[in-house]
């Protein structure tokens, strides 16, 4: 049986939030797209995964007509504590750059995306199968199989892969016209959920001679914390009592103490830095994990991937809408100016908080030495503060 044809002016492969924004943003510019995805929708929304949207994140979202539940059901956090030596320094956001980020969690980004694009009327396919590109350098098309077992085409101009760090689209560009950065880190994030109170109202990163601890919110009565540990640590050894006594050995003193509680859920979360360049091969176009992925320590993920799609959005708009495709041109260089910024800071961030099992002295008193430099100049949390909070989108 032949394949039924979908014709399309932008085919995006790639149903989380990435790609739904980017399907928004050409819908309101008059711009057809179809969006195929992998998972289903439920899977998508019970993967459950933190969120710390920087304010252009925010923006866009409540701008572009997505949604304003982020600002009603979100937390603005003004700041952020760098716990060492026992002592919590706040670097104050609003006072140092003028602007704050947002605990929300990923998931309910996609919910929002997701419920705008199908009340939109948008081509949204999630449970597909057996997908596959062709002609990158001329007219794409892409192959695959619904839900219901029915085979398709698409046909479009332009195809954008923002399926993920596990991309489809980014193995079939060849390896001659590509380059692979990577990092690898000698640790990883023993990641809880935990009925408890709050014991912070902002998220406090805490450096210690035990390792890194994240302290982090969700809701009133439950937590998402996290510290560091060995990528091969085995989750089903540690019982309430050893997770909660890591954690006080990390974060607790001078009056601190931590609220606990029982123990939801508990992950361990291995992390690395990846870039991939270009982010453009012929019409296939790369955005989010599926070309870089950062430690999670500066909180720069979900945001780049929003920016990735924000700065080739307007390039697709210039394309169809103004005749020009200058912008499409320099959509690469200008994508991968921001995530190399946002690795060198999620580098910074990580490496400065983390400590190594090997460190010996010189190192831990060095690291501190760091800590001290960034919290004592008022120069050194205005950066800290700028990085965290978000870069300017590079001009059109």
Not at 32 to 61: F, K, M, P
Not at 314 to 331: F, I, P, R
Request: aromatic letters at 10%; one cysteine or more; glycine letters at 8%.
């Amino acid at each position: 049986m032949a394949r039924k044809v979908i014709t399309t002016q932008v085919a995006i492969m790639g149903g989380g939030p990435a790609g739904l924004m980017l399907s928004h943003l050409l819908a309101k510019a008059g711009i057809e797209s179809t969006v195929i995805e992998i998972r289903s929708h439920e899977q998508i929304a019970h993967t459950v995964r933190a969120g710390i949207l920087e304010h252009g994140t925010v923006n866009l979202l409540v701008d572009s007509g997505v949604s304003d539940r982020v600002l009603r059901d979100g937390d603005r956090h003004d700041g952020i504590e760098l716990r060492f030596n026992g002592e919590s320094h706040r670097i104050d956001f609003k006072d140092l750059v003028g602007e704050s980020v947002w605990l929300y969690p990923q998931t309910d980004v996609f919910l929002d995306l997701a419920a705008r694009r199908k009340d939109d009327g948008g081509d949204v396919r999630y449970s597909v199968t057996d997908t596959s590109v062709h002609d990158l350098e001329g007219k794409p098309k892409v192959w695959f199989t619904d839900a219901d077992g029915v085979e398709f085409e698409i046909q479009a101009d332009f195809l954008v892969g923002a399926d993920g760090s596990r991309s489809h689209c980014r193995f079939q560009i060849p390896e001659a016209h590509r380059k692979w950065y990577f990092h690898e880190y000698p640790f990883a994030w023993f990641g809880i959920l935990a009925e408890a109170p709050r014991s912070s109202d902002e998220l406090i990163y805490a450096n210690s001679a035990n390792g890194f601890a994240l302290i982090s919110q969700r809701t009133e009565t439950v937590q998402r914390m996290y510290f560091q540990c060995d990528p091969k640590e085995n989750v089903a050894e540690w019982d309430d009592d050893r997770i909660w006594a890591e954690f006080r050995s990390r974060v607790n003193g001078n009056g601190f103490e931590l609220k606990e509680g029982p123990v939801l859920e508990k992950m361990v979360l291995p992390f690395r830095s990846f870039v991939h360049t270009p982010m453009r091969h012929g019409n296939l176009f790369l955005a989010g994990d599926a070309a870089h992925t950062v430690p999670p320590t500066g909180a720069k993920g979900l945001n780049l991937a929003i920016n990735d799609v924000k700065v080739l959005f307007e390039g697709l708009d210039s394309h169809y809408n103004s005749g020009s495709d200058a912008l499409l041109e320099t959509y690469s260089d200008r994508a991968l100016d921001r995530v190399w910024k946002a690795q060198q800071f999620s580098y910074w961030m990580t490496t400065m908080l983390h400590t190594p099992a090997d460190a010996d002295d010189f190192s831990r008193a060095r690291q501190l030495g760091e800590l001290n430099s960034v919290v004592s100049s008022r120069h050194g949390r205005a950066y800290l503060a700028e990085a965290y909070t978000g870069w300017p989108t590079a001009a059109s």
